[in-house]
């Protein structure tokens, strides 16, 4: 990595640890020092294992969402996931969202868009499982509206936590309806009809500039319409599809697995497998709201609401959820590090999206 990269990764560092500091200010830090160092660190081990097992079934099923348009190996799919992953802990905005079609586009020459649709693809089926399983749970929880969790700059209640269920089932339904309309060939020669006829809405310009339009404008915007519907030729094969679903209920288990099995090692949390299934759904859907990279501070402020919920005191949720995003972010961090010097990835400005990443050749 060059040191333009190296400076950017330093500056989104920056950003999570004033974050943090702003998000524990004012939480007593010699409890939360104390809290922190009665963790039975054994647990660690299985907890961090649980989480790295679930983004193994994330390439796993990546690989099936890609295979209608390209057999890339395990791990041609495991370092631009990862990579992806570890841009969305330390950049605003999910950068790494875009970073790993550019990066399949670079290494594998699967079209760019075609990779975001498969992306998208993904994304639907864990919005699915979570609103499924943020139903299931308001059905057995009932969270007194009266409960008000302040912690650092964060204020959260059941409003915010229903405001948030609201934005992500509309956000899930939008790429519902964006997909479904893509995947269908009829959509597809519509779009292309339209746009096949712009050149049309310039008969007052000569021939000359109309050919322009036809080869600058409508061949790539034709080429996009395609390559964007090639990744969702999974929705035309129900035994892949079900694959997805399934690999998908798995993984959020596994990430469930490692919340429970950390939690055996932290005073003051005495919660069963579904009670801390719901605190990871709750938590999940307070990170849909805008925060800081890595979600710092809306992560721990989410996880003590959802805590609060089952009895368990603030000092303690705020050290349990401390240790639970961290185990979760830093191997991310480092994998992803990993990943980016082993595939020879060069990442700058990453603001910038697609055109900031340049893989070295």
Sequence with gaps: MKVKTVISLIIGGCVSAAALYFAFRNVPFDDLLIYVASINYFWILPAVFFMLASFVLRVFRWQVILEPVGKPGFWRVFHPLMIGFML????PG???EVARPAILQKRDNIPFFTGLATIAAERLFDLVIMTVSFGIVF???QIDPGDDIIFGNYRLNDQVLKTAARGMIAFSMVIA????VFSMETTQKFINRV???I???FFFAGNNFRKKIEKKVCMPMVGFVENFARGFFLLKNPVKMCACAGLSVVIWGLIAFSYYTL??????IALTFNEMFAVMIIVCFFIALPSV???WGIWEAGGVFALSLFGVMTKDAAGFMLANHVIFMFPVIIIGLASAMVAGINIRQISCGREGLILDQ
Excluded: H, Q, W
């Excluded at 969305?88 to 950049?91: L, P, R, V």
């Design 139 to 141: 059905m057995l929880i």
């Design 199 to 201: 050149p049309a809405l």
């Design 177 to 180: 309806a964006g997909i479904i």
């Design 263 to 268: 939690s055996l090692g932290c005073p003051g």
């Design 293 to 295: 990279p890595g979600f």
């Design 94 to 96: 999910r950068v790494g």
């Design 195 to 197: 746009i096949i006829k």
């Design 88 to 91: 969305n802990c330390i950049f």
